[in-house]
């Protein structure tokens, strides 16, 4: 069964099919071609199809398309200033694209309120406003999109567990305005964990932590992934990392998708197109590493 689907100045065939019980929709442009065609998998969670985005006459992104399984981390990676954040931003409806569909699950972000949103999806920005109030607080908030009359026990079993998970026993009583941006961050990604979103978008969550918290805080992520099967996507601009933690990898140029590839397909010629620098990928225990060559 073929659905024609007019979005903007493009059409989409949305085609439905039964698997599992339930019914996945893999929507995409007919006629398109290019470097980049990612195919929408029936096991996705979050399907993303023919999105663009852009300020007045300044395109940010332009024919976006993309899926995210449960259980993997893709990681977006790219230069400063090609939309990684801006992408990221798109996926939970924080931006409105012009045109494209969002997909979660089988409901359209566009008709979902931003509390709804919020009980599947948790997301935390590179940069966030400290206040005064305690870190068991400030990740307490996190279950604000599932309170109701009062928090119950089992929020604070939530939360308790995820304080213990992510290092912050001994601290959560001290001030988040008091802490350190490393600190902070630990406490941010936390808060979206409490959610207990099936989609995790991360703005660059080793950005400001040391090399140590960097290794501690992404194998707590990875952790997270497999034991409760959520779609986590990252931007991130270390490239060992991203090879290190991530399943796939999406590289981005001018606001497009320019490949999109497991740990197998990442390639010397895409990391030169991409950054403009030429390297030498060497393998380790079974992990490729990326040497600049100078």
């Excluded at 071609?33 to 929408?40: F, I, K, P, R």
């Excluded at 931003?89 to 972000?109: A, S």
Aim: charged share 25%; net charge negative; proline share 3%.
């Amino acid at each position: 069964m073929s659905i024609k689907e007019k979005i903007g100045k493009k059409i989409y065939h949305i085609h439905p099919h039964e698997h599992d019980g339930k019914m996945h929709i893999h929507p995409h442009e007919h006629g398109k071609s290019g470097h980049h065609h990612e195919t929408l998998s029936g096991n996705a969670i979050l399907n993303i199809a023919g999105v663009n985005f852009g300020y007045h006459s300044h395109t940010v992104l332009e024919d976006i398309d993309v899926s995210v399984e449960r259980g993997e981390i893709m990681a977006i990676l790219g230069p400063n200033g090609v939309g990684k954040s801006t992408l990221l931003k798109c996926m939970n409806m924080i931006l409105k694209p012009k045109t494209g569909v969002i997909m979660l699950d089988e409901k359209d972000l566009t008709k979902l309120s931003g509390k709804e949103i919020a009980k599947s999806m948790g997301y935390v920005a590179q940069k966030n406003d400290s206040a005064r109030m305690t870190i068991y607080d400030a990740v307490l908030l996190g279950r604000k999109p599932h309170i109701g009359w009062k928090i119950s026990n089992r929020d604070y079993e939530i939360v308790d567990n995820a304080i213990e998970q992510f290092s912050l026993k001994d601290m959560q009583l001290r001030y988040i305005d008091e802490i350190s941006g490393g600190e902070m961050q630990r406490v941010c990604i936390c808060r979206a964990i409490v959610q207990e979103p099936s989609v995790l978008l991360l703005d660059e969550p080793t950005s400001a932590l040391d090399l140590a918290r960097q290794i501690e805080i992404l194998n707590v992520i990875k952790d997270v992934v497999n034991k409760n099967n959520v779609a986590t996507v990252m931007t991130m601009h270390d490239l060992n990392l991203a090879l290190r933690f991530a399943d796939r990898f999406l590289f981005m140029k001018d606001g497009k998708i320019y490949a999109a590839c497991d740990k197998d397909g990442v390639t010397e010629e895409i990391i030169k197109s991409v950054y403009g620098v030429d390297v030498e990928i060497l393998e380790h225990k079974d992990t490729p590493f990326i040497i600049p060559v100078y």
